[in-house]
T-cell receptor, first 115, second 113 residues
């Protein structure tokens, strides 16, 4: 069965520092997509970044980059130059080609950015 | 920028009552979803909808749940007889093509009392 694991329930980072949020996955499906979403305290789910299993390069979107290590089945989110507004819950999610188009979410990591 | 819109933002209902949660997906999107998030827990898939029919549903989506796209713009989730354990944040999401990101609405917080 496909599974997403986020082992860090909470993380702290100082403003302007970089932080890595871990995500590992388990699937035998060769084709899949990996997503990161941000959920601030207001509750909405904000799409951050996407990585396809066949993409040759790691995805980047502004201050967000995805450290995709296919052999290790990991898709860690790196946030550079953290800002106070980055404080939120971050969810890793996966779409398995054999599983329709639904997203399977990890349990999330609560990130707190400190001065 | 187009967005997914959900109404109401918060609904309180008595156990046993029917509720309808409403969503307006992004206009040119083809795939529609409902997810739920019980407070403090992870986001769980409920149902996906494509080409005017349910394409997949989870074990959570039992006979008490139904979805409809009545008029080509709205996408609704109905819970026929709410239970206390239905209290959660319900998210609608839409997607343009099969391999693109899903955009989520801001959620409806359902409280069953």
């Amino acid at each position: 069965a496909q599974k997403i694991t986020q082992t860090q329930p909470g993380m702290f980072v100082q403003e302007k520092e970089a932080v890595t949020l871990d995500c590992t996955y388990d699937t035998s499906d060769p084709s899949y997509g990996l997503f990161w979403y941000k959920q601030p305290s207001s509750g909405e789910m904000i799409f951050l970044i996407y990585q396809g299993s066949y993409d040759q390069q790691n995805a980047t979107e502004g201050r967000y980059s995805l450290n995709f290590q296919k052999a290790r089945k990991s898709a860690n989110l790196v946030i550079s130059a953290s800002q106070l507004g980055d404080s939120a819950m971050y969810f890793c999610a996966m779409r398995f080609t054999g599983g329709g188009n639904k997203l399977t979410f990890g349990t999330g990591t609560q990130l707190k950015v400190e001065l | 920028e187009p967005e997914v819109t959900q109404t109401p933002s918060h609904q309180v209902t008595q156990m046993g009552q029917e509720v309808i949660l409403r969503c307006v997906p992004i206009s040119n999107h083809l795939y529609f979803y409902w997810y739920r998030q019980i407070l403090g827990q992870k986001v769980e898939f409920l149902v996906s909808f494509y080409n005017n029919e349910i394409s997949e549903k989870s074990e959570i989506f039992d006979d008490q749940f139904s979805v409809e796209r009545p008029d080509g713009s709205n996408f609704t989730l109905k819970i026929r007889s709410t239970k206390l354990e239905d209290s959660a944040m319900y998210f609608c999401a839409s997607q343009n093509r099969g391999n693109t990101e899903a955009f989520f609405g801001q959620g409806t917080r359902l409280t069953v009392v």
